[in-house]
T-cell receptor
Framework: GIQVEQSPPDLILQEGANSTLRCNFS?????LQWFHQNPWGQLINLFY???GTKQNGRLSATTVATERYSLLYISSSQTTDSGVYFC???????????FGKGTKLSVKP | ETGVTQTPRHLVMGMTNKKSLKCEQH?????MYWYKQSAKKPLELMFV???????ENNSVPSRFSPECPNSSHLFLHLHTLQPEDSALYLC??????????????FGEGSWLTVV
């Protein structure tokens, strides 16, 4: 099956700093999503981005499908950005979204 | 608010108890999913339902029994669980089965502790 690797596993930032999170995947995909899991457990969709670039406020994401990686950019980080960021990919017709292990982000005031 | 509601949010049960987790989606989606998230492990897909029919059972032990009475509701019946089953159980839905092209939406999760 498809392997998904996220880096770094942990990241500590000072409020206001910028960061880049990376997701590498081992095979062609037709679905890639980024999620933010808050401290209470809820997973919130950030981007659906199997290819190309999207921006939403301080967040943006780029997926280079041919090179099998995706990047999530967080600019001017805030304490509310803390949590775990997951990349998930899907490669077939089945309903099986494969998740990476996540990047745990802590933003300090 | 993602349009997917799970109850209860927290559940503590003994190993001999029988309990159920409930999920309801208000998005008009046709596919629903149960995921399990244990400490220090990636999210694991447990079950997939499409138009009320189970399409995937990811080798889940029989002490977990799903039920999908209609496209909007999904249950996970729990009986004779083990302490290692303690985890966050997440329900999700998407417009169609076949993840390509579909955004998946998650509920807030049910934190389960087995004592």
């Amino acid at each position: 099956g498809i392997q998904v690797e996220q880096s770094p596993p942990d990241l500590i930032l000072q409020e206001g700093a910028n960061s880049t999170l990376r997701c590498n995947f081992s095979d062609s995909v037709n679905n890639l999503q980024w999620f933010h899991q808050n401290p209470w457990g809820q997973l919130i969709n950030l981007f659906y981005i199997p290819s190309g670039t999207k921006q939403n406020g301080r967040l943006s994401a780029t997926t280079v499908a041919t090179e099998r990686y995706s990047l999530l950019y967080i600019s001017s980080s805030q304490t509310t950005d803390s949590g775990v960021y997951f990349c998930a990919v899907g490669g077939g017709s089945q309903g099986n979204l494969i998740f990476g292990k996540g990047t745990k982000l802590s933003v300090k005031p | 608010e993602t349009g997917v509601t799970q109850t209860p949010r927290h559940l503590v049960m003994g190993m001999t108890n029988k309990k159920s987790l409930k999920c309801e989606q208000h998005l008009g989606h046709n596919a629903m999913y149960w995921y399990k998230q244990s400490a220090k492990k990636p999210l694991e897909l447990m079950f997939v339902y499409n138009f009320k029919e189970q399409t995937e059972n990811n080798s889940v032990p029989s002490r977990f029994s799903p039920e999908c009475p209609n496209s909007s509701h999904l249950f996970l019946h729990l009986h004779t669980l083990q302490p290692e089953d303690s985890a966050l159980y997440l329900c999700a839905s998407s417009q169609e089965l076949g993840i390509g092209g579909n955004t998946i939406y998650f509920g807030e999760g049910s934190w389960l502790t087995v004592v």
